[in-house]
């Protein structure tokens, strides 16, 4: 139980367009998902918190209108890179939190590799 | 304000011999701590957590983890390695049982050699 998956697994796109990633718990309800980054070899870091049914909230110095978050149901958040430049290129994973007693925890996407040309 | 600091980031160990994975935390909270993995171009995998139970924590794949308060440390140990253990891990703490915003540690590169 408590699966988390992501799509795409990898996109390549070119500098200006959008990208809509998905994030989908598959076997549970998540009222809470996570958007998180990851640059080679460092470490992730928080970009925001979905929230369903409302807005999401972002860490400082992420850009809410670079990166648009839409948790509009249970099992799936979204995150769209707007005008995607090379600089966005890197590693988006997300997470969801599960209640669950002694299971309970914030359960990882594969993520998604993201490259901008 | 809470926050971890992992004090290798890279560990080299034979195969069959221990690893230690060393975390120290900062937290104005009781904190719960974890320790996930992360093979390569893959998602993260939580290897065991504490949440105010149990000081020593067993996870997954034969590691465990002790959380000792009077030294804000929550380290990763295994008694024998495998190849396969060979991965990122990264230490994290969040506010006691609330699931919520993760901070991870810089994490720590572990190399397994035959």
């Known amino acids: 139980g408590a699966v988390v998956s992501q799509h795409p697994s990898w996109v390549i796109c070119k500098s200006g367009t959008s990208v809509k990633i998905e994030c989908r718990s598959l076997?549970?309800?998540?009222?809470?998902m996570f958007w998180y980054r990851q640059f080679p070899k460092q470490s992730l870091m928080l970009m925001a918190t979905s929230n369903e049914g409302s807005k999401a909230t972002y860490e400082q110095g992420v850009e809410k209108d670079k990166f648009l978050i839409n948790h509009a149901s249970l099992t799936l958040s979204t995150l769209t890179v707007t005008s995607a430049h090379p600089e966005d290129s890197s590693f988006y994973i997300c997470?969801?939190?599960?209640?669950?007693?002694?299971?309970?925890?914030?359960?990882f996407g594969p993520g998604t590799r993201l490259l901008v040309l | 304000a809470q926050s971890v600091t992992q004090l290798d980031s890279h560990v080299s160990v034979s195969e069959g011999t221990p690893v230690l994975l060393r975390c120290n935390y900062s937290?104005?909270?009781?904190?719960?701590l974890f320790w996930y993995v992360q093979h390569p171009n893959k998602g993260l995998q939580l290897l065991l957590k504490y949440t105010s139970a149990a000081t020593l924590v067993k996870g997954i794949n034969g590691f465990e983890a002790e959380f000792k308060k009077s030294e804000t440390s929550f380290h990763l140990t295994k008694p024998s390695a495998h190849m396969s253990d060979a991965a990122e891990y990264f230490c994290v703490v969040s506010e006691a049982d609330s699931w919520g915003k993760l901070q991870f540690g810089a994490g720590t590169q572990v190399v397994v050699t035959p």
């Open positions: 937290s104005s909270y009781s904190p719960s």
């Open positions: 076997d549970f309800q998540a009222t809470t």
């Open positions: 997470s969801a939190r599960y209640f669950a007693g002694a299971q309970g925890g914030q359960y």
